[in-house]
């Protein structure tokens, strides 16, 4: 099949390597100056392709089935879980992995984005600042059901209504929610009336990006069919991957490419900037190969120094996951049935067909999550070891110490029987310092990546997997919980009804971790922005890459720390940023060149 736009040897004055979240915002924006020309590059396929995408219920489907959108980058073995490899999903399609995440959206608190301020010298990232671009980002809708109005109450101030991404609570609620929030409440942990607010510690109604029953994400909110037809000086190139850039003089002038169905390889020139927003992952990857990264790693591949970065590909951080799964009363409604029963799916693709409501449009668009602030963490041994910078920053009262999500069906647990009902509380552990990396294995584009996140390598991210697993077991043992669920059937090797939840051993906790703990989908960092005098910092706080001209990274891989969120609004945020940066940056230049 060969490609849909021939762009082989042609010139444009933007090439955005990624469409993914960040790139899309990127190319909208670039697109917005007359007369210049924009390149979009995606390794994967067009939006529109895979309709489920925009299904919110069937979001676990996806990441199960959906191998053509998405990437499946294998970890080596990881000492601290068993010397398990894990897989790393994201997404391989226009919209990036906003095209395959869950669609709960999460700003984290406002502490989180003060100090990113202040590793990369730069008060622009201050959440007074970013509050704005929040807002600008959002079209929210605060309806809730009746019965629901008492768990949260936004206030206007905080969020936006003309922006082009659509959020809300959902507009029909999961079974559960009342009681994961009494629950939650018997624990200790206050309700928040807005978990956006920039302070979310506490437990509180999840917001969505998902409007009318649809999923609303990077690419058919910045990109749509109306968007692409109305930007003609744009053009947007599938299945195609970037392989390397090429500069002179440190001065990047294009982009090596590779289309992945045919195998055919090709140039294309750029006379303005290059921007990489191909993710934590593909990011590094390409600087790499086109000679930016440590020299050491360089010259051992026989790839010449073009620019030292030390840091590229080091410092990676991501969050982690671990659930605790129950059997609950038959008679809740669980999502897991709904692909297990041909009847029930049948009826929910009819409805959803008919009018984007039921059950296909609740799972995925509405539910609870809690932020808590784990206070045994702060009196353990581990954390008394730390460095008072380490502590100062996790003592922030604004900073929570772990997420909890109340999940409908089951998640690790197996069980095709479609009359079972089960809930999962995830567990999304936060404030990681384990650091991991991401190298390439040889000069080929085509090799795969070293991928090594270094999960629990550090003692603290230990000792706040054992004590949000305890946080966790005390909320499903309240009396909120009582006569609904029945049994415990994934967790800690416990008599779950019985045990002294305090008295757990380590040994217990850590055997129950080491067998399931897997990836947070949320790594960052492997391209860190920061000072100049940050011996590994990788792209300042205008995103370009230190030593060359014309070139920027703008996607999660810049992200200097490990926020308490979902970072997805990292990545909009961030492409949002630089893209408004860069057009600034093209106004600059033009009217200088008119003086």
């Known amino acids: 099949m060969e490609p849909k736009v021939r762009i082989a040897g042609q010139t444009f004055d933007y090439i955005v390597c990624g469409g993914g979240t960040s790139g899309c915002v990127i190319a909208a924006e670039l697109a917005s100056i007359p007369n210049v020309s924009v390149l979009l590059i995606e390794a994967g396929r067009d939006s529109g392709l895979a309709p489920d995408v925009l299904v919110p219920g069937k979001y676990v489907k996806q990441l199960q089935e959906d191998k053509g959108g998405l990437w499946e980058l294998e970890t080596i073995p990881q000492p601290q879980l068993n010397a398990r490899k894990l897989v790393f999903l994201r997404g ?4 990036g992995s906003s095209a395959v995440n869950y669609m709960a959206l999460a700003r984290g608190p406002a502490a989180d984005y003060d100090e990113w301020a202040k590793i990369v010298g730069e008060t622009g990232w201050r959440w007074e600042n970013i509050l704005p671009l929040m807002r600008a980002l959002e079209d929210f809708d605060p309806k809730l059901p ?6 949260a109450a936004p206030q206007s101030t905080d969020h936006g209504t003309s922006g082009l991404l659509k959020v809300g609570f959902g507009d029909e609620m999961v079974p559960g929610i009342e009681t994961f929030m009494k629950a939650c409440s018997e624990n200790g942990i206050s309700l928040c009336p807005d978990i956006n607010s920039g302070n979310p510690v506490g437990v509180g109604l999840a917001q969505f990006n998902v409007r009318g029953g649809e999923r609303c994400y990077a690419a058919n ?7 692409r037809s109305s930007l003609k000086n744009l053009t947007i190139v599938t299945e ?3 392989d390397r850039v090429h500069s002179k003089d440190g001065v990047v002038t294009g982009v090596d490419l590779y289309h992945k169905s045919t195998g055919v390889n090709s140039h294309v020139y750029c006379r303005e900037e290059v921007v990489l927003c191909a993710g934590t992952f593909g990011s590094p990857r390409i600087l790499m190969l086109s000679g930016l990264g440590p020299r050491d790693t360089l010259e051992r591949l026989n790839i010449p120094v073009q620019a030292e970065l030390p840091g590229c590909g080091q410092n990676m951080l991501d969050h982690s996951i671990i659930t605790c799964e129950y059997k609950v009363k038959n008679s809740i409604p669980a999502h897991n049935q709904l692909f297990l029963n041909p009847g029930l799916l049948a009826e929910a693709e009819a409805q959803y067909s008919k009018d984007r409501t039921g059950p296909l449009s609740m799972y995925g668009s509405s539910g609870t999550l809690a932020f808590p602030r784990i206070q045994r963490l702060f009196g353990s041994e581990e954390f008394s070891k730390l460095t008072s910078k380490e502590k100062g920053f996790l003592m922030e009262p604004t900073r929570p110490s772990a997420e909890i999500w109340l999940g409908s069906g089951p998640s690790v647990y197996q069980d095709d029987r479609p009359e079972q009902s089960y809930v999962t509380h995830e567990l999304l552990l936060q404030n990681n310092l384990s650091q991991g990396t991401v190298m390439i294995r040889s000069k080929d584009p085509r090799d795969s990546l070293i991928v090594n996140p270094n999960f629990m390598s550090h003692p603290f991210d230990r000792r706040i997997a054992i004590e949000t697993v305890r946080m966790a077991l005390k909320i499903a043992r309240t009396e909120a919980y009582r006569g609904t ?7 800690p090797d416990i008599e779950f009804e019985t045990a002294d939840l305090d008295a757990i051993t380590d040994e217990v906790m850590l055997n129950f971790i080491r067998k399931n703990l897997d990836q947070g989908y949320h790594s960052v960092s492997t391209c860190r922005m920061g000072k100049a005098s940050d011996p590994d910092y990788v792209v300042d706080f205008r995103f370009q890459v230190k030593g060359m001209s014309n070139l920027r990274v703008a996607d999660l891989s810049v992200c200097p720390i490990l926020t308490c969120n979902h970072t997805q609004i990292n990545a909009y945020l961030i492409g949002l940023r630089c893209g408004r940066e860069m057009v600034q940056s093209h106004k600059a230049r033009t009217q200088l060149a008119k003086l």
């Open 92 to 95: 391989k399609q226009l919209g």
């Open 485 to 491: 669920i029945e049994r415990m059937v994934h967790g």
């Open 240 to 242: 195609t991957e970037c």
């Open 221 to 227: 909110a910045f990109l749509s069919d109306s968007v």
């Open 146 to 151: 009746a019965d629901l109005k008492e768990f």
